[in-house]
């Protein structure tokens, strides 16, 4: 069963902004705190971003400043923009709930490159 599919990602020059959307099943998105997370190949996913159902939200500190997580509860979508990308970022971008993750997406890629 399929809770998220997220998109948005791509190829981009260091510098650049892409802007990534999460599209959830209903409640799956509009009822609970939401995160992004990324992955590159041998390392463990780690959590990027965080927003709370009152707005609130909470960042990487390799990514605060540039990145900035919202919601559309009436889309059921949750976004992240990311400005100012750095080769470090590089990885497939997910979404899930910040707590009582539920199964994970397949995620999106992000590639910056020189």
């Known amino acids: 069963q399929v809770h998220f599919v997220e998109s948005g990602g791509g190829l981009v020059q260091p510098g650049g902004s892409l802007r990534l959307s999460c599209a959830g099943s209903?409640?799956?998105?509009?009822?609970?705190?939401m995160g992004w997370y990324r992955q590159v190949p041998g390392k463990q996913r780690e959590w990027v971003a965080g927003?709370?159902?009152?707005?609130?939200?909470n960042y990487l500190d390799s990514v605060n400043g540039r990145f900035t997580i919202s919601r559309d509860f009436d889309k059921s979508t949750v976004y992240l923009q990311m400005n100012s990308l750095k080769p470090e970022d590089t990885g497939v971008y997910y979404c899930?709930?910040?707590?009582?993750?539920?199964?994970w997406g397949q995620g999106t890629q992000v590639t910056v490159f020189s």
């Open positions: 209903g409640s799956f998105v509009s009822s609970y705190p």
């Open positions: 899930n709930r910040l707590t009582g993750k539920v199964a």
């Open positions: 927003i709370y159902n009152g707005g609130a939200a």
